[in-house]
């Protein structure tokens, strides 16, 4: 499977311009990588503009669920959306989706670890539902939204689902940076699969982003790296046999004593 990563450099509070840059970004990357999948960041369509969120957000994922359905079918691509602040209601959601090269929405997730340190619980309702396994071309995978990967207990269950692809949609500051490599190294690790990030660049207020979109092999190497600073678009062809073959060498799954663990897990 080949996979294209927009590592975006994000125009805060302006949806419409953003949709423009993911557009021009698609057309090119299809004609020259010739992707299977596109993965794009965190709240790509405003960046953590949080204080007017409800002049800009999506209304129930307009126009942005139609915006990327169009995209995927268009040009035959599966696109893993990376998220959007989603206004239901009254509330905000940080919402990511799925879709496929028939332009169907297959999932939908809205973040349930709400960030403090970019101030999202403030600003944004948190989702009440756990990532859960999906299939895309005969492949298991799972996906999760940027601060979520500091908590193994969402991910651990999408491995023992099945899951051989994590998906990380991000947009993880600078300041924290060594955490982000290396958590997301060892979440390929211990969850035996390979682990693909869209993180973006750029500022916003006292926020840097640090980039380094990462593409983690089931074994942890790092097969592919973004800049830190650099809007940037990163291709690559992942096997998915390899996890099968890692997963036979160290059994780690078949060696779990789960009878002995808290909560089953
Ligand atoms: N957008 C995010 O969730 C950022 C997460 C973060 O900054 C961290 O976990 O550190």
């Known amino acids: ?47 953590y503009t949080l204080e007017d969120i409800h002049l800009h957000a999506d209304d129930n994922g307009n126009p942005t669920v139609p915006f990327l359905q169009t995209m995927a079918k268009s040009f035959n691509i599966n696109i893993i959306g990376g998220s959007f602040a989603n206004k239901v209601g009254v509330k905000v959601y940080n919402t990511a989706v799925v879709i496929n090269r028939q332009g169907e929405t297959i999932y939908q997730y809205n973040k349930v670890h709400l960030v403090p340190m970019l101030n999202e619980p403030k600003y944004l309702a948190g989702g009440q539902n756990v990532p859960e396994v999906f299939e895309l071309e005969g492949m298991k995978m799972g996906l999760i939204i940027c601060y979520d990967l500091r908590f193994a207990e969402i991910i651990r269950p999408l491995a023992l689902e099945g899951a051989e692809v994590l998906f990380i949609v991000a947009e993880w500051p600078i300041a924290r940076l060594n955490h982000w490599k290396n958590i997301q190294i060892t979440r390929a690790i211990e969850n035996q699969m390979f682990v693909v990030s869209c993180n973006n660049v750029g500022s916003y207020q006292n926020d840097t982003f640090g980039g380094n979109s990462m593409v983690v092999n089931p074994w942890g190497d790092t097969l592919l790296e973004g800049s830190t600073t650099d809007e940037e678009a990163l291709s690559i062809s992942i096997n998915i046999e390899e996890t099968k073959e890692i997963r036979e060498k160290v059994p780690v799954f078949a060696s779990r004593v789960s009878h002995l663990y808290k909560q089953g897990l």
């Open 1 to 47: 499977m080949k996979i294209s990563i927009y590592q975006m450099e994000i125009v805060p509070g302006n949806p419409s311009e953003n949709h423009r840059k993911v557009h021009a970004w698609i057309e090119k990357e299809v004609e020259t990588s010739k992707p299977d999948l596109i993965v794009l960041p965190e709240m790509w369509t405003t960046s």
